[in-house]
């Protein structure tokens, strides 16, 4: 077959698949031995030129071909050990003719490695798809021939640990040290891979448990600290759907043609195999400065928390994996096994949690360090702005009827509003790692009805209150006690739960006039009826004349929105985040989420907090008592 480095039209490599499988099929059905036989050589060789000639078209195309000659054999009985011994030793000459040092992770070089152990994968899961244990032991013997020593990079991480390296050196160091190894990081990988799929097969009751301790121990890992394995777990994770090894597609039963499936998840099933391999490290020996950085530290503890639970909730049939549960253990053993478990349980919860805490810290640095987006401030601010705006209903009925004395910034006025320190909203007003948090600027409506809630606690007790039975009497007769001594019926205030709980809407007199939006529940003989969204309200009804009962004295600027709302996010100074430390350090060096923290680390992640202030400085005040009525209803409900 000629080989072409610069590769082969799409149709001619499809063609090539299928006239290899077809042939192999018919000879295999026939038993034709010698030409079956002929066939794998042939697909051996063309694949190791394909490899020299560093042709990854060609190798993508004829990598799947090794699985699909061994399924062609299932159907059959004999002939399967034969083309396990063949290609486990063809595996091993493919690799020959590749570096194993790799100079990029894209490289020709990288990506021929990967299609080598996706070739390798593909294959032993085939083999691992048949219940058949004598197609185990020669499928472990060539599949640990496969892993070299190679270059020791873990001497080098740790001779720059002691030769003082910093965090991010030691990082560069790794990187480059795991390129120069690439393919026994691959082979490692792959078996961590083959190890968690059977345990999730064992785990749904698709492996026995015999078998899935045949296939922990017959495909070897040579791990030499607890911290590789989680450094291979993460990896996997993390390049899982993007196709790593085509493990993604690894299911345990058959789909039928043309219906959408999803296979299960390798996400999920890697975290399981690697769960049990932490249980079973020394994870006393864990060194945190070979762990590089990594985003899945903050979500991989709940993971593993569930897989710890689901292991000791099901510990009966689980024991067996994990050794207690083997015929001859004594009831001391398996004592000794389960307690083992439960002590590595809790180093294992410990280091995950210190990483996680590791890898926020290093996220919030980040944002501490960063100042503050002027463009996300002012998108903020808009809309919290508006939500004030909408949620803001007193100031327009004030506007309404012009009971208003409006100042410059030079009038003292409390404020209404308060500096709120929000933690952790850095993130949402810098450049880098943005992360907007849903509802935040929902803060200006909880403003603006704290502004309802100052007003209706000024004429909480400046009124004359009754009871009634009735809504309806309740209004004649205090729109009727107003006119009476002279005043003009304006406004009426109801709990929005009136609306549904009263008859509110249906008694007569009501209309639907809002009043240029002053009045949510129309009007009541001309009468705007309106309410508020505070607890202060209660059950209480309020009618007024209320240009002659109230006034509101406002401080108006033309920066504030609306002139009135002032709203400034701002970021901590140094003696802020000092301030708050001391207020409550031991409290903060307990928190969830501050384990293992140094107190500076601690000042950063406050630092990822910033203070809202949102004010308006104004001023309710009665100027005429008995120009309000207040009155509730004796059996609300009732009506």
């Known amino acids: 077959m000629p080989n072409n480095k610069k590769g082969f039209s799409e149709k001619v490599l499809n063609d090539l698949d299928k006239t290899l499988v077809s042939a192999f099929l018919v000879a295999y059905k026939n038993k034709h031995e010698g030409v079956w036989v002929e066939l794998m050589e042939f697909l051996s060789m063309e694949m190791m030129r394909a490899f020299a000639d560093s042709s990854i078209p060609l190798v993508r195309h004829l990598s799947s071909l090794p699985a699909r000659f061994f399924q062609c054999s299932l159907s059959q009985e004999y002939g399967s050990e034969q083309i396990i011994d063949h290609f486990g030793r063809n595996f091993d000459y493919f690799g020959q003719f590749l570096e194993a040092k790799v100079v990029s992770e894209d490289g020709d070089n990288a990506v021929l490695n990967r299609l080598l152990y996706e070739t390798i994968a593909g294959f032993y899961y085939q083999v691992l798809r048949v219940s058949n244990d004598a197609l185990l032991e020669p499928s472990f013997e060539h599949f640990n021939k496969l892993a070299q020593p190679g270059f020791d990079f873990r001497s080098e991480v740790r001779r720059a640990k002691y030769n003082g390296a910093t965090f991010e050196e030691l990082a560069e160091v790794r990187a480059n040290s795991e390129l120069i190894g690439f393919r026994p990081l691959l082979q490692r990988r792959l078996a961590l891979s083959i190890h968690s799929w059977s345990l999730f097969l064992f785990s749904i009751d698709k492996m026995d448990a015999l078998r899935a301790r045949k296939i922990l121990t017959g495909f070897q890992i040579r791990y030499a600290n607890p911290q590789e394995v989680l450094i291979d777990a993460v990896y996997i994770r993390k390049y899982s759907h993007a196709g790593f090894l085509g493990i993604k597609w690894w299911d345990f039963m058959e789909r039928k043609s043309g219906k959408s499936y999803t296979p299960p998840d390798p996400y999920n099933w890697i975290t399981l195999g690697s769960t049990y391999h932490l249980l079973n490290s020394t994870l006393s020996d864990f060194d945190f400065s070979e762990v590089p950085e990594n985003d899945d530290y903050i979500f991989l503890l709940e993971k593993v928390k569930d897989n710890i639970a689901f292991f000791e909730n099901n ?312 120009a309000i009525r207040k009155f509730n209803i004796r059996e609300l409900g009732a009506e």
């Open 315 to 626: 510990w009966e049939r689980w024991s067996v994996i994990f050794g207690s549960g083997i015929s001859g253990t004594s009831d001391v053993d398996k004592g000794r096994v389960l307690e083992n478990f439960r002590s590595n349980s809790r180093m294992l919860l410990n280091i995950l949690a210190r990483l996680k805490n590791r890898q926020q810290y290093l996220q919030d640095k980040e944002v501490a360090d960063q100042f503050l987006s002027s463009d996300k401030v002012e998108a903020f601010k808009k809309l919290a702005g508006d939500d004030w705006k909408r949620n803001n209903r007193i100031l327009p009925i004030f506007d309404y009827f012009g009971n208003v004395v409006k100042y410059d910034h030079d009038r003292k006025l409390p404020a209404i509003g308060s500096s709120y320190l929000l933690q952790g909203f850095k993130i949402m007003f810098v450049e880098d790692n943005y992360q907007e948090i849903h509802g935040s600027a929902h803060i200006g409506g909880e403003v603006a009805r704290g502004i309802d809630g100052r007003f209706i606690q000024e004429i909480l007790h400046n009124h004359i209150e009754t009871s009634y039975n009735t809504i309806a009497e309740g209004l004649k007769d205090s729109i009727f006690s107003l006119q009476e001594e002279g005043f003009a019926p304006s406004l009426i205030i109801v709990p929005p739960e009136f609306a549904y709980r009263t008859d509110l809407l249906a008694i007569i007199g009501m209309g639907k006039n809002d009043h240029g939006g002053v009045a949510d529940f129309g009007n009541y003989n001309g009468i705007p009826v309106t309410t508020m969204y505070t607890t202060l309200l209660l059950e209480d009804v309020y009618v007024l004349d209320f240009a002659t009962a109230l006034e509101l004295e406002i401080i108006e600027e033309n920066d504030r929105i609306e002139k009135r709302l002032h709203l400034e996010i701002r970021p901590l100074s140094s003696s802020e985040i000092d301030e708050i430390f001391e207020k409550d350090a031991q409290a903060l060096r307990n928190r969830e989420g501050y384990e293992g923290l140094t107190d500076n680390e601690i000042k950063v992640k406050i630092a990822t907090s910033v203070y809202l202030d949102i004010w308006i400085n104004a001023r309710f005040s009665t100027k005429q008592i008995r």
